[in-house]
């Protein structure tokens, strides 16, 4: 299977900055789109930004202030988060789908989370 990792969360004052990292391991063929969905509390998951093939894509609610980027070569997916606001805190998930070579099926469809980071903004 595909193993996602995130890293970058943590807690910062309103107007501030992160960076959140993604990095997919495991024996993958070729990842088509890569993106972050974010969960508050007591909320469904709701997606933030994508990209694939077409480029980005955003929620509204963070155009203009997060900024998502991928390195093909190392697999891995981006999120740089500036101006942060209150509202912008939740658990923020990583995905990703594509290709994998499993040893028995051969190549094989994939969709796979990461474990989730935390990310707090205070007022």
């Known amino acids: 299977q595909v193993q996602l990792v995130e890293s970058g969360g943590g807690t910062v004052q309103a107007g501030g900055s992160l960076r959140l990292s993604c990095a997919a391991s495991g024996n993958i063929f070729s990842i088509n789109s890569m993106g972050w969905y974010l969960q508050a509390p007591e909320k469904q998951r709701e997606l933030v930004a994508a990209v694939a093939g077409g480029g980005p894509a955003y929620a509204g609610s963070v155009k203009g202030r997060f900024t998502i980027s991928r390195d093909n070569a190392r697999n891995t997916v981006y999120l740089q988060m500036n101006s942060l606001k209150p509202e912008d805190t939740a658990v923020y998930y990583c995905?990703?789908?594509?290709?994998?070579?499993?040893?028995?099926?051969?190549?094989?469809?994939?969709?796979?989370w990461g474990q989730g980071t935390q990310v707090t903004v205070s007022s």
């Open positions: 995905v990703a789908d594509g290709y994998y070579n499993d040893s028995e099926k051969g190549v094989t469809v994939f969709e796979s």
